[in-house]
């Protein structure tokens, strides 16, 4: 930013506040000339069309105050979207960006006359409800740590805990954050395990970034890896899956592209089969239960023995019911 829109916006804001300002008041906050103050404030009414006016009552002065100093092109629409996007991500992220993304938009909304604004912040808070499910637990400082390392390609250790396991320490060559099924992963080459693994950040404890430099493994294409992902598994070899749907549930399938390799196959009796082709089955199996009797799993063999060994569990689980 310039020196003299730096001072073109201090003085801007300065007017707007409840105090009588004066060329030399101004020059004192300003910490230049009031020669230089008067050239501004000239400038500002010549080039902007500010609407200033000096009275020895209220000293320099807006006599309009919904005039805004044009710094900023940022329409009504923007300034929404971007103010329920700092709520969705505020959803998913938890504080990761949202009091960043708070602090640049309350900036950004100076440039509008107060009641827009405050009938876009009512907007955004009473008629729009945004739900993020259950409430990440996201260290700020560890995400953005990982950012930092993925910036600047530096290698990072960290303590990472799994839910039923011991807490583990490794180091990790960080490729890409991302976000899948509303969970914060970070993807890279895993220096334990000797390959590319997912880490999903909110189960980190503990990071810090290495001196080392890393480049990122040339055999690794990134649109690839995670074509082949569903949900968030990875790994293993790839599979087509094969499962069927009733005509009841069909409808909630159709509507959504759950895979970028899907191919959907029309039944006569308003069902159809999905299949798709990842690695991994974990995932599929736990959304496959998810349609309960909705859905019915016709391949590999080796999902349509997992699914089988859940419910004979849970069917287990409620005949003990008394």
Not at 142 to 168: D, F, H, N
Not at 285 to 300: C, I, N, Q, T
Request: a neutral charge; one cysteine or more; proline letters at 5%.
């Amino acid at each position: 930013m310039s020196r003299r829109l730096e001072r073109l916006l201090r003085i801007d804001e300065l007017l707007r506040r409840n105090l009588r300002q004066t060329a030399e008041s101004l020059a004192l906050e300003l910490e230049c000339s009031e020669r230089t103050v008067r050239s501004e404030l000239e400038f500002l009414r010549n080039r902007y069309a500010a609407p200033l006016c000096y009275t020895k009552t209220q000293g320099w002065h807006y006599t309009d105050p919904y005039w805004r100093l044009p710094t900023v092109p940022l329409t009504q629409g923007e300034l929404f979207a971007l103010t329920l996007g700092a709520r969705m991500l505020g959803a998913y992220a938890g504080s990761a960006y949202q009091k960043l993304l708070e602090g640049a938009i309350a900036r950004l909304a100076e440039r509008l006359p107060e009641p827009i604004w405050v009938d876009l912040q009512q907007l955004a808070q009473e008629n729009v409800l945004v739900r993020g499910g259950a409430e990440l637990n996201l260290d700020s400082e560890i995400w953005q740590g990982l950012e930092e390392a993925c910036q600047q390609k530096r290698r990072v250790w960290m303590r990472y805990g799994t839910p039923g396991k011991e807490v583990s320490e490794r180091e990790l060559d960080p490729y890409v954050l991302h976000f899948s099924s509303n969970n914060p992963y970070v993807t890279g080459w895993c220096h334990l395990r000797g390959e590319v693994r997912w880490f999903r950040v909110d189960r980190i404890v503990a990071l810090e970034l290495r001196p080392k430099r890393f480049e990122i493994d040339p055999t690794f294409d990134r649109e690839a890896h995670f074509a082949d992902a569903f949900q968030h598994e990875v790994g293993g070899a790839a599979q087509e899956m094969a499962i069927a749907f009733d005509a009841r549930t069909a409808p909630y399938i159709r509507e959504r592209r759950w895979h970028p390799t899907q191919v959907i196959e029309e039944c006569p009796d308003g069902g159809l089969v999905l299949r798709f082709v990842v690695r991994g089955l974990g995932e599929v199996k736990r959304w496959v239960l998810y349609y309960g009797a909705g859905a019915r799993v016709l391949g590999p063999p080796e999902l349509v023995e997992m699914v089988r060994a859940e419910l004979q569990g849970m069917n287990a689980l409620y005949q003990e019911v008394k």
